[in-house]
């Protein structure tokens, strides 16, 4: 249990950087770092990030449908932000999404 919460951090501190940085373009670089951080804990991180990450984009579909599109996150932008999160678990380097100017301290 300890070891899923580990892993569920990597994923909140990817996504309080992301509020905080508030970017521009910068939503699926920090997707494939929470990802990515999360796999690297060892056995069980790739599959702990895909449960967090697909709760949170199915949490998102739904909230999306009482929004009438209002959020800016259909099904296009679901898709896209899946295949950041699956690029970052399989160990890719996440910095593949890293917008230009985007702070160092992220």
């Given amino acids: 249990f300890l070891s899923f919460l580990s892993r569920a951090w990597d994923m909140w501190r990817a996504y309080s950087d992301m509020r905080e940085a508030n970017y521009k373009d910068s939503d699926k670089y920090f997707h494939a770092r929470g990802n990515y951080d999360a796999a690297q804990r060892g056995p069980g991180g790739a599959w702990a990030a895909k449960v967090i990450s697909?709760?949170?984009?199915?949490?998102?579909?739904?909230?999306?449908?009482?929004?009438?599109?209002?959020?800016?996150?259909?099904?296009?932008?679901?898709?896209?932000?899946?295949?950041?999160?699956?690029?970052?678990?399989?160990?890719?380097?996440?910095?593949?999404?890293?917008?230009?100017?985007l702070p160092d301290k992220y």
């Fill in 54 to 101: 697909d709760a949170r984009e199915n949490t998102q579909r739904v909230t999306d449908f009482f929004r009438h599109g209002d959020s800016g996150h259909g099904a296009e932008d679901s898709k896209a932000d899946q295949a950041a999160n699956e690029w970052g678990r399989s160990g890719k380097d996440p910095n593949h999404f890293r917008p230009a100017g």
